[in-house]
């Protein structure tokens, strides 16, 4: 892993294009082709400081991460909302809805302990373990990383979180996405937007069942406060 990579100076390069992006009317503004290019500039980053590739241990099918919260901003909702609207058939896509409408019921305003208890495992996991949504997965889910799978496996395994492990993730990602995250965050909060974070299941649940909570975003309301048990901040 290389040592060059400015966080601050790279946040701030996600936070300028994205307050470009958002600079024009809002009937103009494309979140998913948003998020597409915050995906596409963060990926490049990586490529560009991240040598060591084999030492990530995470593979398609293993999915055992995917049963904790993940923390979404609405861009990125309605960008894997669009994904599945647009690309995937329609019995799939109802597959989808009844999954993700059962699993929001029980995920939604529980901590992040809680939700670990539950051992389910995210709605967007295909028959074979892998995501479903890969292209369009939220940033946080790309800042999750290990360096072994099998004491990843153990730790999520322990009967109580206090008394797992510390699972080893590869810093470098872990840093550049979350930075990511937050510079999407910020932007977000100086254009006007709903810059509040919210639990993935439940918003994509939402935004699913009432199309027009885009509008309302995009309109500079507050989006969150319609979507009950899902928001964070």
Request: hydrophobic content about 40%; proline content about 5%.
């Amino acid at each position: 892993m290389t040592t060059d990579f400015d966080v601050r100076q790279y946040q701030e390069k996600i936070h300028t294009m994205v307050m470009e992006q958002l600079s024009v009317p809002a009937e103009e503004i494309d979140l998913k082709g948003l998020m597409g290019q915050v995906v596409a500039t963060a990926e490049a980053e990586l490529d560009e400081h991240l040598t060591d590739h084999e030492e990530i241990a995470c593979q398609a099918g293993c999915g055992s991460c995917c049963m904790l919260n993940v923390a979404v901003l609405f861009p990125e909702v309605v960008a894997i909302v669009d994904y599945v609207l647009e690309s995937w058939p329609p019995e799939r896509q109802r597959a989808l809805i009844r999954r993700v409408d059962q699993l929001s019921r029980q995920v939604a305003g529980l901590d992040d302990e809680a939700r670990l208890s539950l051992r389910e495992h995210c709605a967007f996991l295909d028959e074979q373990g892998a995501c479903a949504i890969y292209p369009v997965r939220p940033l946080i889910c790309r800042s999750v990383t290990s360096t072994d799978a099998e004491r990843c496996r153990e730790s999520l395994d322990e009967p109580w979180p206090g008394a797992a492990r510390p699972v080893l993730m590869h810093l470098l990602q872990k840093n550049l996405m979350e930075a990511t995250f937050i510079g999407l965050g910020d932007a977000l909060e100086d254009a006007g937007f709903d810059t509040r974070s919210g639990q993935l299941t439940v918003g994509v649940q939402q935004l699913l069942e009432n199309p027009r909570l885009k509008e309302r975003f995009l309109a500079k309301r507050p989006v969150w406060d319609e979507i009950p048990g899902g928001g964070f901040f």
